[in-house]
Nanobody, 116 residues
Framework: QVQLVESGGGLVQPGGSLRLSCAAS????????MGWYRQAPGKQRELVAT???????NYSDSVKGRFTISRDNVKNALYLQMNSLKPEDTAVYYC??????????WGQGTQVTVSS
C-alpha cells in the first residue's frame, strides 16, 4: 500500500514557474514507476510526465522542454518543475505510481492555476 500526497500548487502568472512535490509513504518507493497526470475542468485526465524506477523520464508533447520530472528515492519524493507556464496548464495535478506502468495509486491532487 502506498499513500501519495501532493503539494506546491497555486496561482501563477503566465511565464512563471512552480514546483510540485509528491510525498510517498509505504514500502519500496524505489520499486515504483512514478508519474504526474492532470485534469482540467471538463476534460479527461491526461498524462504529463512519468519517470521509471530507474530514473528514465518521459513527457507529453505539450510540456516537453518546459517541465522536468525527478525523484528522490532517499526522501521518497517525486517532483515536477514547471517553467514557462501557460494558461492551458491550469488543472488539478495528480501524483501516481505503479509497479507496471503507473496508475495503481493516486494522490488527492493539487490545483495549479495560470492566470494574469
Amino acid at each position: 500500500q502506498v499513500q501519495l500526497v501532493e503539494s506546491g500548487g497555486g496561482l501563477v502568472q503566465p511565464g512563471g514557474s512552480l514546483r510540485l512535490s509528491c510525498a510517498a509513504s509505504g514500502s519500496a518507493f524505489s520499486s515504483y514507476n512514478m508519474g504526474w497526470y492532470r485534469q482540467a475542468p471538463g476534460k479527461q485526465r491526461e498524462l504529463v510526465a512519468t519517470i521509471t524506477r530507474g530514473g528514465s523520464p518521459n513527457y507529453s508533447d505539450s510540456v516537453k522542454g518546459r517541465f522536468t520530472i525527478s525523484r528522490d528515492n532517499v526522501k521518497n519524493a517525486l517532483y515536477l518543475q514547471m517553467n514557462s507556464l501557460k494558461p492551458e496548464d491550469t488543472a488539478v495535478y495528480y501524483c501516481t505510481c505503479g509497479l507496471i506502468g503507473v496508475g495503481n495509486y493516486w494522490g488527492q491532487g493539487t490545483q495549479v492555476t495560470v492566470s494574469s
